[in-house]
């Protein structure tokens, strides 16, 4: 592009495009759909190791859930033994 002062005093624009503007154009253009292409990519992987996480965090509070409830019956089951022990020590030494 240049500028022309013309009579008047007004600047015109003389718009030429030349094909290094067009070839730079094209290539800038490409730079940013590569670059969208690239994050949309990104993105999907990143979605999927997110589904991968919370699946694996399901599974794992499931574990967890699994391992407090035997650790309550375990709980229970040795309150049991205790008391049975204790009672055998008590009935042991009455006699």
């Known amino acids: ?23 730079q154009l094209m290539f800038l253009a490409s730079l940013i759909i590569g670059s969208w292409v690239n994050l949309q990519r990104q993105l999907d992987l990143m979605q999927h190791d997110i589904a991968r996480v919370l699946e694996c965090q399901k599974d794992f509070q499931q574990r967890v859930e699994s391992l407090a409830a035997k650790s309550i019956e375990h709980e229970y089951r040795l309150q049991t033994v205790e008391k049975v022990t204790s009672q055998v020590r008590a009935e042991r030494d009455a006699y």
Do not use: E, G, I
């Open 1 to 23: 592009m240049t500028m022309v002062k013309n009579d008047s005093n007004r600047w015109q624009f003389n718009r030429q495009v030349n094909l290094s503007v067009l070839v």
